[in-house]
C-alpha cells in the first residue's frame, strides 16, 4: 500500500514551455495551407508600416517634381526685384514659356531703369504660336498675376494662322515685334483704342507713325475662329476680343508695357543687356 502511494504521488517532471505549435487538429491539407499562410502574415506584419512610408514619401516627391520652378540659370538673369514675380507668374501661367517670360521681364526692367515705362504691368504676346491659341497674356508684376490670357490678332501681311514675317515700315500691312510702351487712350474707328510707342529703333520705333495700336475687333472671336479656323487679321495692330479688349487696355495704359516676342527679336532687342 506505501509503493501504490508511492506510485501514486510519484512526482512526475513537468513539461517545459516551448514555442513549439500544439498538435494541428486539422486535416493534413487545411494544416499545411493554414501554417503557410500563418507563416507569410508573420513575414509581412511589418511591411505595411513601410508600404505606408514608402508611398507618403512618394507622393511628396511627386508632389515636389510637379511644383513648377524656374532654372536656376534662367532665374539668375532676371534682375533681382522681379525674380519673386517671376517664379509666381511660371506657376500662375504654365502655357507661357519660362524664356520668353524672362526675357519679358529682363526688357521691361531696362525700360523702367531708363525711364520709358513707369506702370508694373507688362502685356506680352507670343508670335510663334498661332491665332487660334490664346497667345497674350498681362501681368501684374506686383502681384505676380495673371490678369488675362486671351487671343490677339497678327498683321495681314504677316501670314495667315501664324505670323511670319515682321516689319516696321508704314503700309506694310505686318506686325511689328519689341519693346512698346502702352500710351493714352483715345476713341476712333475701332471704338477705344490704346496708343503704342515702339522703343526699338529699327525694329518698332514707327508703330506711332503707322498707327499701331490695341483696340477690340469682331474678327478676334470664338465665333470667327470657329467658322475659319484662325482669327482675322488687321492691318498691323494687335487686335483683341470685343469682349475683353476695354478691360485689356485699361490694365496697361498710360505707363504699362508690351512685348510683341519671336525669336528674332531676342537677337536684335535693343532692352536685353
Known sequence: ???????????RPTPEKTDLVPACRLSPSACGRYHRCMN??????????IMVLAVALSL????????????????ETIPAGLRESFTSIVRAAPKLPEKVLSLSLRAYAEAKSRELVSRPRLAIIDYRLPSSDKRLWVLDLVEGSVLFHDWVSHGKNSGDAYAKNFSNTPESLQTSLGLFAAGNTYRGKHGYSLRLHGLEQGINDKAFDRSIVIHGADYVSPQFLQRHGRMGR???CPALPRATSNS???????????VAFAPEWEARSLFLP
Do not use: C, F, Y
Not at 507569410?40 to 508600416?49: F, Q, S, V
Not at 511628396?60 to 532665374?75: C, G, M, N, Y
Not at 485689356?248 to 508690351?258: P, Q, W
Open 1 to 11: 500500500m506505501h509503493q501504490r502511494h508511492l506510485r501514486g504521488n510519484t512526482l
Open 40 to 49: 507569410w502574415r508573420k513575414l509581412l506584419g511589418p511591411i505595411p508600416g
Open 60 to 75: 511628396t516627391a511627386t508632389a515636389v517634381a510637379r511644383e513648377p520652378k524656374a532654372a536656376p540659370k534662367i532665374l
Open 234 to 236: 488687321s492691318w498691323g
Open 248 to 258: 485689356i487696355i485699361d490694365a496697361i495704359k498710360d505707363g504699362g508695357a508690351l
